[in-house]
């Protein structure tokens, strides 16, 4: 299992924005969940969905709570739509532990993955993990239960989110196993599956302990990018051991782009940590560790592979500054947010961060701020990536602090409110002509038009009372790849990113 906490200290000069914009939407307190490493996702509905790792209703194998799924309102009013290890007692055969965060499909239903439970195996005390689908009121069926048959060649432990694919099958990665896996190996796997639950693996990562093999182990989240290819990361391994950056076709032919701790002193850094897209074809990504600073990197890559830091942490010794970076978003401004981890103003706590494309750095949230008596209460130690809702606000989650019964704080949901301006988003965010597209928003109430990079689509409205948060429609004939607006009775409101047309 990763280390998710880690007390190192650093230091930096970034300066800090209003505190004001931050708030504590959520608390958990143990029997609600605890520990929300993984980030949260809009829904049709408008309210935020996640998971918890640990906590809940159910104990499972541990007496720390075999984790939960839950959705939040933005005003910060959270409902429990499951408890995992439902059957009680130690064999948990819907999983447990949900490191990972969910994905809303094109069906509606949202799709995840446990790090642990699922159909009994030689290979993991309680099962090698699982993959589920949950509908939003609550209904969970286990889609595949892995390292369950001989071998262990479909990999255990996946412990990042899916992304859908534009075949609309689901993509993902596992920690460990995979056909060159074997005891005590970290390995991982890179996955297909289907939303009836058929799995395919596409690519078996070599052991970490391996020195012959440069692509890499240990493999976290993919993205597809607009040439229909899936881009990752690898913490460990690589040509020069420090992980590496991958692309790997739908049908499991890998390309290693670049192997970290190319340089001296790995001032390019080491343990890359997720990819962003951008529009020219490029990437942003963090690395958890060395860079110029050695706390840590921000970099961009272009499509061709070629690497450059844009921003390194720990570069001087003046105050405190955050490592371990990770969790980006690019928001509707252009800019980049993330998280540290550690570090801070406040110890070792960690920071929310903004950094613009050619690394303008600002902190923009240092937690712990209230102090650590009895434990920060507006969370410690970010984990999960940070998400920009449609109202224009960042959430994101903290994996301790806050209140509860754990040892150390159970854990919150944040906002911040940065003054950035409402969007529409597209599900999914590339189509061919014909297709049915979902297009969410915090309030699409009385919408007019609809058009597809100028081209004007058919609208169709949901007639569920109260403001509307959804609406459909179909990629409509001779629409090209561009920017989706829809015209509201309050103005005019843009997709966040592109609507590709796919040939």
């Avoid at 993955?113 to 009121?137: E, H, L, R, W």
Wanted: negative net charge.
């Amino acid at each position: 299992m990763k280390a998710y906490t880690v007390f190192l200290l650093c230091a930096a000069t970034a300066l800090a924005l209003p505190a004001q914009d931050f708030t504590t939407l959520h608390a958990f307190d143990g029997a609600d969940g605890a520990q929300p490493y993984a980030n949260l996702v809009q829904g049709a509905d408008g309210n935020l969905y996640g998971t918890t790792a640990s906590g809940g209703a159910n104990p499972g194998p541990f007496t720390d709570g075999a984790g939960t799924i839950f959705k939040i309102t933005p005003t910060g009013t959270l409902t429990t739509i499951y408890n995992f290890c439902s059957q009680g007692g130690n064999l948990c055969t819907d999983g447990y532990w949900p490191f990972a965060g969910l994905v809303q499909a094109a069906d509606g239903d949202f799709y995840g993955t446990t790090y642990a439970g699922g159909a009994p195996s030689d290979f993991c005390y309680g099962g090698c993990g699982t993959v589920f689908k949950i509908t939003p009121s609550g209904t969970l069926t286990t889609l595949h239960s892995f390292c369950s048959q001989s071998g262990c060649s479909d990999g255990a432990s996946p412990d990042s989110i899916l992304v859908q694919g534009t075949d609309r099958d689901f993509y993902g990665t596992t920690q460990y196993w995979g056909a060159n896996g074997s005891t005590g190996d970290e390995a991982g796997t890179v996955f297909k599956i289907t939303p009836s639950g058929t799995l395919t693996t596409l690519y078996s990562f070599c052991p970490r302990t391996s020195t012959s093999c440069t692509d890499g182990s240990l493999p976290g989240q993919l993205i597809q990018a607009s040439n229909g290819d899936f881009y990752g990361t690898t913490v460990d391994g690589g040509a020069n051991g420090g992980g590496t950056i991958f692309k790997i076709t739908p049908n499991g032919t890998l390309t290693s782009l670049y192997s970290f701790c190319a340089q001296p002193n790995c001032t390019d850094g080491f343990s890359p940590d997720g990819l962003v897209p951008t529009t020219s074809g490029g990437f942003y990504g963090t690395t958890s560790l060395g860079g110029g600073g050695a706390g840590g990197s921000v970099f961009k890559l272009t499509p061709g592979g070629t690497l450059t830091t844009v921003y390194s942490f720990c570069t001087t010794n003046l105050g405190r500054c955050g490592e371990y970076p990770g969790g980006l978003v690019q928001a509707t401004n252009g800019d980049f947010y993330g998280f540290t981890s550690q570090g801070g103003a406040n110890y070792y706590y960690g920071t929310v961060f903004k950094v613009t494309p050619d690394g303008a750095f600002k902190t923009v949230h240092n937690f712990c701020s209230q102090g650590g008596n009895p434990w920060c209460a507006d969370g410690a130690f970010p984990s999960g990536a940070l998400m920009q809702a449609t109202n224009g606000e960042i959430y994101g989650t903290t994996g301790n602090g806050g209140a509860g019964t754990c040892p150390s704080g159970c854990g919150v949901i944040f906002g911040l409110s940065l003054g950035l301006a409402p969007f529409v988003e597209t599900q999914p965010a590339a189509g061919k002509v014909g297709v049915l597209i979902r297009i969410l928003g915090t309030d699409l109430t009385g919408v007019s038009s609809v058009t597809f990079n100028g081209t004007p689509a058919v609208v169709g409205v949901s007639s569920a009372p109260g403001v509307v948060t959804e609406i459909t429609t179909y990629v409509p004939a001779g629409a090209t790849t561009g920017p989706v607006q829809v015209v509201t009775p309050s103005g005019t409101l843009s997709s966040n990113a592109p609507f590709r047309v796919l040939p």
